[in-house]
Each structure stands twice: as C-alpha cells, then as structure tokens.
C-alpha cells in the first residue's frame, strides 16, 4: 500500500523560504504523477503545484512566480520549493500521488507570520 510522508513544515516570517519534502514507499506500481495541495481553516484544499513523471509542471497562478516543484523519480520524492511567502500561504500542505490509485500524504503544517 503506497504511502506519502510530507516534512518540511514550519513557522515562517513573511518573505521567508521552506522547502516541502514528500518522500513516497511502498508503490507498486509507477508514480505518473505528484502533486501539493493545501487547504486552509474553513477553506477547500486547492491544488499548489503538480509534477508529471516526465517532469512537465503546473501551478496555480498565485504561486506561479514564487514556488518550485522539483521531483525525484528515482527517489519517489517530491519537493516544493516556497520564496516569498505570503502570510496568505499559511496551510496544511498535503503530498498527493497518482499510480494506480490516488494516495495522499497526512500533510504539513506551513504557517507564515507577518
């Protein structure tokens, strides 16, 4: 059973960096695709950024300028990679993975203070 472990997490002053880690075991079959999502108190989770196998990304347009999405396929990692960060940012930041099902990680929390 494939599982997702996000780390990375924190307490941030605005304008600050964090790098998200998702480290994926257990999958048995390929990994076509890795995304973050996040979700905020008394909002929908929303897709961040998403990385296909082959390495074509997307983004939703409020991070496009200041976050990274970079995998690691041979390590069945995801990384996202946050500058600039905004005190709107703060979340719960979840790993999610697309095989043969869809599987998502327990989440980090992400916390920006102004």
């Known amino acids: 059973q494939g599982q997702l472990v996000e780390s990375g997490g924190g307490l941030v002053q605005a304008g600050g960096s964090l790098r998200l880690s998702c480290a994926a075991s257990g999958f048995t079959f390929r990994i076509n695709a890795m995304a973050w999502y996040r979700q905020a108190p008394g909002n929908q989770r929303e897709l961040v950024a998403r990385i296909s196998y082959g390495g074509s990304t997307n983004y939703a347009d409020s991070v496009k300028d200041r976050f990274s999405i970079t995998g690691d396929n041979a390590k069945n990692a995801v990384y996202l990679h946050m500058n600039s960060l905004k005190p709107e940012n703060t979340a719960n930041y979840y790993c999610?993975?697309?095989?043969?099902?869809?599987?998502w990680g327990r989440g980090t929390q992400v916390t920006v203070s102004s």
């Open positions: 999610q993975a697309d095989s043969m099902a869809s599987y």
